[in-house]
């Protein structure tokens, strides 16, 4: 069996006070098109050109509740490399934040410093 398994990849938006208007509208002309449902989720490509399983997750360390953001960590994209490098290069034209690869996987910690409690996410990002 010559099957293509599907990569899964997080692509990662963090900074500070983000343009999360312009991100929303990138999402939905480059992903929202490849959404797939969580228990449609494929374990092999469907086809050769779609071969990457995505999520897309938006951290910003000042956040405001007016902004409009996304569930983008709760939703999957099945894409090609092409389509992804365009999105990644219309997110770098937004010069909005660190846009980053990493692996699926990410964890949330809780931090005291000096009595202020900070909440961050952990990322295992490819070298």
């Known amino acids: 069996m010559n099957e293509l398994v599907v990569n899964k990849i997080l692509l990662s938006t963090y900074g500070c006070n983000l343009d999360h208007s312009h991100i929303y509208h990138l999402v939905k002309a480059h992903l929202f098109p490849f959404e797939v449902q969580f228990d449609e989720m494929p374990i092999y490509a469907p086809s050769k050109t779609k071969t990457l399983l995505l999520t897309y997750d938006v951290y910003d360390a000042k956040f405001e509740f007016d902004q409009k ?40 910690i809780w931090v005291t410093i000096n009595g202020l409690e900070f909440a961050t996410r952990t990322l295992i990002t490819y070298s």
């Open 69 to 108: 953001s996304g569930d983008y960590p709760f939703r999957y994209f099945l894409i090609n490399e092409e389509r992804l490098v365009a999105f990644e290069q219309a997110l770098l034209k937004l010069n909005s934040g660190t846009l980053t690869r990493c692996f699926d996987a990410r964890g949330h």
